[in-house]
């Protein structure tokens, strides 16, 4: 099955809700949001981090990103080839 890829989204993220609850699963090894590929983090409006997922245009809440993950997690590029793979 091919990896899914983030789509653009069709409203700020600062407008997405947080994921369903169903959704991330408890993980007890560095296999969480935080270390994958599609995790994305910013400063919102109200200078407030939002950790944001783009595959389920969503909101993780604060905490759980470094505590849980879902079926799509995906290891982060620079980890699974490198920071500087075409160096030899
Ligand atoms: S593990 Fe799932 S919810 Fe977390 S950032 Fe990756 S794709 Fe999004």
Excluded: D
């Amino acid at each position: 099955m091919p990896a899914a890829r983030p789509v653009p989204p069709a409203v700020s993220s600062e407008e997405w809700e947080f994921l369903e609850w169903n959704v991330l699963k408890p993980s007890r090894s560095s296999s969480v949001c935080i270390t994958c590929q599609h995790f994305r983090y910013e400063v919102g409006r109200h200078c407030v981090t939002l950790l944001t997922c783009p595959i389920h245009q969503g909101l993780i809440p604060q905490g759980e990103h470094l505590t849980r993950r879902c079926s799509q997690w995906v290891p982060r590029q620079e980890v699974a080839v490198g920071w500087c793979s075409e160096g030899g």
